[in-house]
């Protein structure tokens, strides 16, 4: 329990910009599903084993309050116990609040949300699901430079591009219009597939995850349909992370 909690809150409130989870568990998985505010990132995860404590369709919001409380030493260590309180809404039982205890005895409590109160919050898109036109496993050192890239083009437009170049994946940054800064690298190489369309995706929110993803197995998804995902296996839950495209 205590470590799919560290996992998750690394995963959604460790990137800044997610602040509510869905949490639909049965005893065969445990999913979870959240979207940033600005409707630019839809997040679905499944854990690699059902969590028994968490059964139920819920919600975990605060999450920056929550990521702290887990990350609190006495929390973190062997001694630390972890309960879930749970509670009957509308004939139903789902979790209803999480008690922290450290070996001091020192604790916190952490409450869910409801169904009804994490849907109206979340107003989560569904992902209907694509052709993926190019697959492949970013490099540590592609997403470094990528990132120093982003420092310096950021402020002239906070948005990148992708096209498929000799079979290699080429990000664009800057304004690519004739009258401003413009700059391309290549971000992946011997690539299979090809991409046809000139869309284009944020760059904070994508490298953001990709730094994420360089302590796991990290695969990027790009579609020429207007659809960007990066796959996150932390060892203990998938986390696909889906950005819809925008027109540059």
Same mark, same amino acid.
């Given at each position: 329990?205590?470590?799919?909690?560290?996992?998750?809150?690394?995963? &959604?409130?460790?990137?800044?910009?997610?602040?509510?989870?869905?949490?639909?568990? *049965?005893?065969?998985? *445990?999913?979870?599903?959240?979207?940033?505010?600005?409707? &630019?990132?839809?997040?679905?995860?499944?854990? /690699?084993?059902?969590?028994?404590?968490?059964?139920?369709?819920?919600?975990?919001?605060?999450?920056?309050?929550?990521? @702290?409380? !887990?990350?609190?030493?006495? #929390?973190?260590?062997?001694?630390?116990?972890?309960?879930?309180? /749970?509670?009957?809404?509308?004939?139903?039982?789902?979790?209803?609040?999480? /008690?922290?205890?450290?070996?001091?005895?020192? &604790?916190?409590? #952490?409450?869910?949300?409801?169904?009804? +109160?994490?849907? $109206? $919050? =979340?107003?989560? +898109?569904?992902?209907?699901?694509?052709?993926?036109?190019?697959?492949?496993?970013?490099?540590?050192? %592609?997403?470094?430079?990528?990132?120093?890239?982003?420092?310096? #083009?950021?402020?002239?437009?906070? /948005?990148?591009?992708?096209?498929?170049?000799? @079979?290699?994946? +080429? !990000?664009? +940054?800057?304004?690519?219009?004739? %009258? @401003?800064?413009?700059?391309?690298?290549?971000?992946?190489?011997?690539?299979?597939?090809? =991409?046809?369309?000139?869309?284009?995706?944020?760059?904070?929110?994508?490298? &953001?995850?990709?730094? =994420?993803?360089?302590?796991?197995?990290?695969?990027?998804?790009?579609?020429?349909?207007?659809?960007?995902?990066?796959?996150?296996? %932390? @060892?203990?839950?998938? #986390?696909?992370?889906?950005?819809?495209?925008?027109?540059?």
């Amino acid at each position: 329990m205590k470590d799919i909690l560290l996992d998750l809150v690394d995963h &959604t409130a460790g990137l800044g910009f997610i602040e509510n989870v869905k949490v639909t568990g *049965t005893d065969a998985e *445990t999913s979870f599903e959240a979207m940033d505010p600005d409707r &630019t990132v839809i997040l679905n995860a499944k854990t /690699t084993n059902p969590v028994p404590e968490l059964i139920g369709e819920f919600g975990m919001g605060n999450l920056g309050f929550l990521n @702290g409380i !887990v990350n609190l030493d006495g #929390y973190k260590a062997d001694e630390a116990v972890i309960n879930v309180k /749970t509670r009957e809404r509308n004939g139903h039982v789902a979790p209803d609040s999480l /008690t922290f205890e450290d070996q001091y005895g020192n &604790t916190d409590q #952490y409450r869910f949300m409801s169904k009804e +109160v994490v849907e $109206q $919050q =979340l107003k989560t +898109v569904k992902f209907r699901g694509v052709n993926w036109n190019v697959s492949f496993e970013p490099s540590k050192q %592609s997403v470094q430079e990528l990132a120093q890239i982003a420092g310096i #083009y950021i402020s002239i437009e906070p /948005t990148f591009s992708v096209r498929t170049e000799n @079979g290699n994946l +080429v !990000v664009g +940054v800057g304004t690519d219009d004739g %009258s @401003g800064h413009v700059g391309k690298r290549i971000f992946a190489r011997n690539v299979d597939g090809e =991409l046809k369309q000139n869309w284009s995706w944020p760059l904070h929110q994508v490298l &953001t995850i990709l730094k =994420l993803g360089m302590s796991g197995a990290c695969v990027m998804n790009i579609s020429d349909q207007g659809a960007l995902q990066i796959s996150i296996d %932390s @060892g203990l839950a998938v #986390y696909n992370y889906i950005l819809p495209a925008m027109n540059k």
